[in-house]
T-cell receptor, first 113, second 110 residues
Framework: GAVVSQHPSWVICKSGTSVKIECRSL??????MFWYRQFPKQSLMLMAT?????????EQGVEKDKFLINHASLTLSTLTVTSAHPEDSSFYIC?????????FGPGTRLTVL | DAKTTQPPSMDCAEGRAANLPCNHS???????VYWYRQIHSQGPQYIIH???NNETNEMASLIITEDRKSSTLILPHATLRDTAVYYC???????????FGKGMKLTVNP
């Protein structure tokens, strides 16, 4: 299957700082990328959908000014958590697709102290 | 997108076939059935998908009933590494989103 990478795999930051997470499709061009969040013992929750070169579409209840998504190319999307707080601590997972199934990255564990 | 129903958990003996059921009684004609699995603390792994015909790949087989209201994912020879949460998801032809439910925890026992 297609390969999606994320960087970093884990990050610890202080409350109030911003954190950027990168998502790359390594062997295919992704027309659409997605960002999910997963809290312990819960399922994945879709945060936003982004298409290359256009603004992301956020799910209801997700603050677009807090979770900035940039989909600059067909192989790269970034999620920036601005002014992070402890309640933003979670497992963030991206996925990517060209026409066909979504392929997921390995996830990024964010801990905000 | 149509909702899916899966049992919360299932056990299987190593080496035996694991048959994972999924109900999707409200599925529409242009909606696909997708299966993913998530091993602890990793991103979900794509397994297989289908519309109405049965599908097989190197990982699994997907059997969809003729009325498309249910399906079964078959892992032909389960191994300990198949222990994971399995998600059955229905996605519409016009929608790009995958909406994850609670999934089903499969435990493969030695």
């Amino acid at each position: 299957g297609a390969v999606v990478s994320q960087h970093p795999s884990w990050v610890i930051c202080k409350s109030g700082t911003s954190v950027k997470i990168e998502c790359r499709s390594l062997d295919f061009q992704a027309t659409t990328m997605f960002w999910y969040r997963q809290f312990p013992k819960q399922s994945l929750m879709l945060m936003a959908t982004s298409n290359e070169g256009s603004k992301a579409t956020y799910e209801q209840g997700v603050e677009k000014d807090k979770f900035l998504i940039n989909h600059a190319s067909l192989t790269l999307s970034t999620l920036t958590v601005t002014s992070a707080h402890p309640e933003d601590s979670s497992f963030y997972i991206c996925s990517a697709r060209s026409p066909g199934p979504q392929f997921f990255g390995p996830g990024t564990r964010l801990t905000v102290l | 997108d149509a909702k899916t129903t899966q049992p919360p958990s299932m056990d299987c003996a190593e080496g035996r076939a694991a048959n994972l059921p999924c109900n999707h009684s409200t599925i529409s004609g242009n909606e696909y059935v997708y299966w993913y699995r998530q091993i602890h603390s990793q991103g979900p792994q794509y397994i297989i998908h289908g519309l109405k015909n049965n599908e097989t790949n190197e990982m699994a087989s997907l059997i969809i009933t003729e009325d498309r209201k249910s399906s079964t994912l078959i892992l032909p020879h389960a191994t300990l590494r198949d222990t994971a949460v399995y998600y059955c998801i229905v996605r519409g032809g016009g929608s790009e989103k995958l909406v994850f439910g609670k999934g089903m925890k499969l435990t493969v026992n030695p």
